[in-house]
């Protein structure tokens, strides 16, 4: 019989008597960050790239832009699409194949906090409205798994789209032919949205689950803020509910937090916003 349950049990009650103290298991606040360490230019062959390391946990992500049609329904706007991949070396629950359930729900919600906030105009990336548009690609990997891939996936994203840069293009009408020229653009980034994800465990809140909180908590926000105090986008996830002031309290706590993550950010890839 396995003791998994047993064991579990045991880091569950530990969490819990010492949330009660006002303590975490690794010593932070309940508002504390584990520590942060981000890298640009770290994949030669793409337009963009990003590592970031929260506590243990290890994402790469890589921006790759291409060229081809708009959707139907935003013939002047560019494309945008997450793709997110759980490397199965980065955590034992991890397996190969397509991508499950949890991948696609860290892909959507680290896409849509940048698509809803407008952070990459879109608009600029339009070639010939409703025929030739500029592709993007954020690509997510998951190196280590120690919780909360939410906010160090919105950390590498945005990383990276802040540190892309793009080759020029030249449209030819008469014979549709289309140049690419050796001089390179940024990508019109404007809004640096990142996502402050909060675990509610035993009643009490706390920012930066680490795996041991994800495996214990009730129920998780994540609050998506850009520089001007925007909201652009909430998401709970697993079982369990927030009270009306639970909520209020994250979304306070997440513009707090989100601000201090954007320095850093921003000093990490040496640019400021437009």
């Given amino acids: 019989m396995s003791d998994a349950p047993v064991m ?3 880091m569950r009650d530990r969490i819990l008597n010492l949330l009660k ?3 975490r ?3 932070r606040g309940f508002e504390d960050y584990r520590d942060v360490e981000i890298k640009t230019n770290v994949i030669e062959k793409a337009e963009g790239s990003a590592w970031v390391r929260l506590g243990e946990t290890r994402v790469l992500v890589g921006i790759k832009v291409d060229v081809g049609e708009p959707f139907p329904d935003l013939p002047d706007r560019g494309v945008m699409t997450t793709n997110v991949e759980l490397v199965p070396l980065a955590s034992p629950t991890f397996e190969p194949g397509p991508p499950d359930e949890n991948a696609i729900e860290l892909a959507r919600i680290v896409d849509r906090g940048i698509r809803e906030s407008q952070a990459v105009e879109l608009e600029k990336l339009v070639i010939v409205p409703g025929k030739l548009v500029r592709v993007i690609f954020i690509d997510v990997h998951v190196l280590d798994h120690d919780g909360n891939l939410i906010d160090a996936t919105g950390l590498g994203a945005m990383a990276a789209l802040l540190t892309a840069r793009i080759p020029k293009l030249e449209y030819n009408g008469e014979t ?3 140049v690419r020229l050796d001089e390179y653009e940024p990508l019109p980034v404007r809004h640096v949205p990142l996502p402050v994800t909060f675990a509610k465990i035993g009643g ?6 680490s795996l ?6 009730e129920s998780r926000i994540t609050v998506t803020f850009d520089e001007t105090g925007h909201v652009s986008a909430v998401q709970k996830g697993e079982g369990g509910s927030f009270k009306l002031e639970e909520v ?3 979304v306070d706590t997440a513009m707090r937090k989100s601000s201090e993550l954007r320095e850093m950010l921003l000093s990490s890839v040496d640019r400021g916003l437009p």
């Fill in 8 to 10: 579990a049990g045991i």
């Fill in 21 to 23: 103290k006002g303590k």
């Fill in 204 to 209: 009490n809140m706390v920012v930066d689950p």
């Fill in 176 to 178: 549709g032919e289309l």
């Fill in 248 to 250: 209020m309290y994250a």
């Fill in 25 to 27: 298991i690794d010593g």
């Fill in 212 to 217: 041991d909180e994800e495996r214990v908590m």
